[in-house]
């Protein structure tokens, strides 16, 4: 299991940028893939973004491609978002996530399959 923290979080006008970071302890932060998942009020939990364990693959849903950038630093144990381009719609509760690398290049949307979750940091996005 991985503690998870994320940060960074606040209110921006639209056309802005957030950097969200993930700060995570307990078992060997290397070993796990890790996600971006975001919830609006009233929808379902969504995929935003997920990184390889070591950071050579990454994929994102269509409604950030090209604006938001998800990392990693392995030696501090971190995964960010670098959100750009901000728009309204993107106002949600911004979740990471960390899982086993096992089939991630073909499950690495699916939320079930992520065992370990942060508390959120809300992103609000005004127009």
């Known amino acids: 299991q991985v503690q998870l923290v994320e940060s960074g979080g606040g209110l921006v006008q639209a056309g802005g940028s957030l950097r969200l970071s993930c700060a995570a302890s307990?078992?060997?932060?290397?070993?796990?893939?890790m996600g971006w998942f975001r919830q609006a009020p009233g929808k379902e939990r969504e995929f935003v973004a997920a990184?390889?364990?070591?950071?050579?693959?990454?994929y994102y849903a269509d409604s950030v491609k090209g604006r938001f950038i998800i990392s990693r630093d392995n030696a501090k144990n971190a995964v960010y978002l670098q959100m750009n381009s901000l728009k309204p719609e993107d106002t949600a509760v911004y979740y990471c996530?960390?899982?086993?690398?096992?089939?991630?290049?073909?499950?690495?949307?699916?939320?079930?399959?992520?065992?370990?979750w942060g508390q959120g940091t809300q992103v609000t996005v005004s127009s």
């Open positions: 996530a960390a899982r086993s690398n096992t089939n991630f290049r073909s499950t690495y949307y699916l939320k079930n399959v992520y065992g370990d």
């Open positions: 307990g078992r060997t932060f290397s070993y796990y893939a």
């Open positions: 990184i390889s364990v070591n950071g050579g693959s990454t």
